[in-house]
């Protein structure tokens, strides 16, 4: 009788404690976590209207190009400095080489590359990329999953590609 009520009790345990680990999402958490610093940074920062798009990326346009709006397979050439939201760098090439790539291809994070998507040749731009614009719940190097990032960009040039219109 002992025996069979240790094995009903040890069951139900078990039981319990697949349901609680099943139940308790760690994802969720972090989540949260982010979403809660995303609020966080924009609220202490209400004065600067950073426009949020459809996909969640937020965007502050700091000064209006005057040049072309990139398309799909254009090249463009940027400067950039990407933070934390608390403000440390983690990645720059101001006063380096500036970075050179084809839109549309899936070579950068697609935050990124759809915020330069909205700025025109010659202007720069604020964005905050969420880390599903980003690197995801994985990380990469330094910055940890769930990990929005703010990228102060300068679009320098824009090259037409082959989907430019001709005039």
Do not use: W
């Not at 099943?22 to 004065?47: F, Q, T």
């Not at 799909?72 to 940027?78: K, N, Q």
């Amino acid at each position: 009788m002992i025996k069979k009520f240790s094995k009903s009790v040890f069951f139900f345990l078990t039981i319990s404690l697949i349901v609680i680990l099943v139940s308790c999402d760690p994802a969720k958490k972090y989540e949260k976590a982010e979403k809660d610093s995303i609020n966080n940074y924009l609220e202490a920062n209400s004065s600067k209207n950073f426009v949020q798009q459809e996909s969640g990326l937020y965007y502050l346009e700091v000064t209006e190009g005057t040049g072309r709006q990139p398309v799909a397979l254009d090249t463009v050439s940027v400067i950039y400095t990407g933070k934390f939201l608390n403000g440390n760098v983690f990645d720059s090439n101001v006063g380096g080489n500036q970075l050179v790539f084809a839109t549309g291809e899936g070579t950068m994070l697609t935050g990124f590359e759809e915020g330069i998507m909205l700025m025109k040749e010659g202007g720069k731009a604020t964005i905050l990329v969420p880390s599903n614009l980003a690197y995801g719940t994985q990380g990469y190097y330094t910055i940890p999953g769930y990990t929005a990032l703010l990228y102060d960009i300068e679009l320098v040039k824009v090259a037409p590609g082959p989907n430019a219109t001709k005039k």
